[in-house]
């Protein structure tokens, strides 16, 4: 099949198909005699395999590791369990990350009066002002 139907059959885009060949991760499985690329069903589900990995937030390097894994009929689950197992700590790092923005904007969404009033402690916040300090001209 052509990149179009491979990205069909498979849900990623030809573009993406494109550079997942470029970076290595997929080769074709062959060329026509116009240079067009030739899919099969391995490679279509090769990048089912990478879609799916990236929707979990797989980076590509992880992503790489991951279907060299697949790939490797001698591997060890452990070192599948290890690559997961790293990614979940660091989802739940940048998790609490985010939740301490939501809870410092909610803090600062509150203080605000969201009124006809300049006073905003949202900008006041971004521009590194203290509470109560005098305001500084940005525009000067």
């Known amino acids: 099949m052509n990149i179009g139907e491979a990205s069909g059959a498979s849900g990623v885009s030809a573009k993406m198909i494109r550079y997942y060949e470029q970076i ?48 490797d009929k001698s591997r060890e689950s452990s070192a599948v369990k290890e690559v997961a197992t790293t990614h979940i700590e660091d989802l739940e790092r940048r998790i609490a990350e985010m939740q301490a923005m939501v809870e410092t904007l909610k803090h ?27 305001k500084h001209d940005h525009h000067a």
């Open 24 to 71: 290595g991760l997929i080769s074709p499985k062959g060329r026509t005699e116009s240079n067009y690329r030739l899919y099969g069903e391995d490679e279509v589900h090769v990048l089912r395999f990478i879609k799916r990995a990236r929707s979990l937030g797989f980076s590509l390097e992880e992503t790489e590791t991951l279907l060299k894994l697949w790939q």
């Open 108 to 134: 600062l969404a509150h203080c605000c009066g969201g009124d006809h009033r300049p006073d905003c402690p949202i900008l006041d916040d971004l521009a590194g002002a203290k509470p109560g300090s005098p």
